[in-house]
């Protein structure tokens, strides 16, 4: 256990932000670098090391949240950071982008603020790397098979990197010009620099894993051609059909999904291009989508100049005067949280549903009409004389994604079934209904957290392991729903 009375002795603290007027001057992450390190020792030793640690439970990856913060309190960085390898591929990932739902299960929390439980893992993984013991695990040997992974997102990565250390012959496909899917050309650059991406891709090289990028499957080779190169193939391929708004105007000109801007945003983050083609420079940006797309439209509107950024939620703020109970989701926090972006300005507002969109003499979008919502027997309802309208040269749709792109011809080619939900149908080893094919990540569960796709990875390499070897030492975290 860490020191039996941390939690009593020491209160929760968090990594330091940059000053919000330093930091939307530039694209590096919001955190003052090396602001961590100093409190981290005392953070950890908050933990009680519970009987029953509800963190586990929390975490889809079942990390061994006790073990490494009194490794961290102890300041055993190599400890450490072999027990948050020990269930996780990528914690410098994680402890950057995910929500930390193993704090919101943190049984400190019941009386005090939960363990900094994501700073700790952020601390570690920093530290590992700083230091070297981040090594290459090569396999002793190799199995002879060969994998396909469609998809370089995290599942797709974490799969890769498990198959490979299994010793198996892994290439993974990625349609995009880099590695690193909805990591790197969906997550900017101010939440997580894309050096962390780059550096694994080293080390996954360096054990093995091979990549093809530029390489779109079922539009640049058919799924049927990879399926006869391979012993098995790992879809990874996420849930990028994205929800769209057809509303009167949204043909207009300057109104796109938050995937369309997002990317072109961190391409010149690449280095591709000097200005993105898709800018909010000097413009009325509205963003649709109460979530972490849409926190990532905002951020990157103020950073590239917006004249005025707003962000439209179709559910109403728990606990407001207005709508004390008439959402039929009482508690769902992640669309109220004040992210960094948050921090650095612009405007929220509830209860909102677009109705239109108004546009000038040039088709370009310049207006979003919009009425206040609320729920009748759950669902949201527009409220009769509550339309207005707001400015907006720029919007970005960022209401979630519906299931697997078809577009591409790969759902057809393999034979796919697909579930309910439009997403990949598998069985409980990710296997799909075709011989071989497994599916991993958002393909399968549909658009979920980072956290989510990095156990969907770990657990589908087990079954291909298992398929190919006929038996599997690799873990398997979750179970597919
Ligand atoms: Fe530590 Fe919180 Fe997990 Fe308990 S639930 S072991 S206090 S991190």
Redesign the pocket.
């Known amino acids: 256990m860490a020191d039996p009375k941390g939690f009593l002795n020491h209160g929760r603290e968090v990594a330091e932000s940059r000053p919000v007027q330093e930091r939307v001057q530039d694209w590096n992450e919001v955190y003052v670098p090396g602001s961590l390190l100093p409190i981290i020792s005392k953070q950890a030793s908050r933990?009680?090391?519970?009987g029953i640690?509800?963190?586990h439970n929390g975490c889809p990856l079942g990390n061994l949240?006790?073990e490494w913060?009194d490794y961290a309190y102890r300041e055993d960085w190599a400890a450490a950071s072999d027990r948050l390898h020990a269930t996780n591929n990528f914690p410098e990932f994680t402890g950057r982008l995910c929500p930390a739902p193993c704090e919101s299960a943190?049984?400190?929390g019941i009386n005090q603020s939960?363990?900094t439980?994501k700073n700790v893992e952020v601390s570690i993984i920093d530290k590992a790397w700083e230091t070297g013991d981040v090594a290459p695990q090569a396999p002793e040997r190799l199995s002879g098979k060969t994998v396909a992974v469609v998809g370089s997102g995290p599942a797709g990565l974490a799969a890769a990197q498990q198959l490979t250390r299994a010793g198996h012959t892994v290439a993974v496909y990625e349609r995009a010009d880099r590695v690193g899917g909805l990591l790197r050309y969906g997550i900017p650059e101010f939440k997580m620099e894309k050096r962390h991406i780059n550096r694994r891709i080293e080390q996954m090289r360096a054990e093995g894993t091979r990549f093809r990028t530029g390489i779109e499957i079922g539009r640049d080779l058919k799924a049927t051609d990879l399926k006869k190169r391979y012993d098995a193939v790992v879809l990874a391929v996420g849930a990028t059909a994205a929800r769209d708004l057809p509303v009167p105007g949204r043909e207009l000109a300057g109104i796109h999904q938050a995937m369309e801007y997002l990317p072109l945003s961190n391409k010149v983050q690449e280095g591709d291009y000097v200005a993105p083609p898709i800018s909010a420079e000097g413009k009325h940006v509205v963003v649709i989508g109460g979530g972490d797309t849409g926190a990532d439209c905002v951020g990157t509107a103020h950073r590239q100049g917006a004249a005025s950024v707003t962000q439209l939620e179709i559910m109403p703020r728990p606990n407001d005067d207005r709508h004390p109970t008439d959402q039929p989701w009482p508690t769902f926090p992640i669309l109220y949280k004040v992210t960094s972006a948050h921090e650095e300005g612009g405007e929220r507002i509830y209860s909102a549903s677009t109705t239109r969109f108004e546009g000038d003499e040039d088709g370009n979008v310049q207006w979003l009409h919009l009425a206040e919502v609320e729920f009748v027997d759950g669902r949201p309802t527009q409220k009769p004389g509550t339309d207005r309208r707001i400015p907006a040269q720029l919007v970005t749709l960022a209401m979630g994604f519906t299931g697997t792109d078809r577009e591409n011809g790969l759902v057809e080619q393999f034979g796919l079934e697909l579930d309910e939900r439009g997403n990949i149908a598998r069985d409980a080893d990710f296997r799909t209904n075709v011989p071989g094919v497994f599916v991993a990540g958002d393909a399968g569960r549909g658009q979920s957290l980072i956290v989510w796709a990095i156990a969907e990875g770990r657990s589908a390499a087990r079954g291909v392991d298992h398929h190919l070897a006929g038996a599997s030492a690799l873990p398997a975290p979750i179970r597919p729903t």
Request: with cysteine; net charge negative; hydrophobic share 45%.
């Open positions: 933990c009680m090391d519970c640690p509800f963190c949240i006790p913060n943190c049984v400190l939960p363990v439980i």
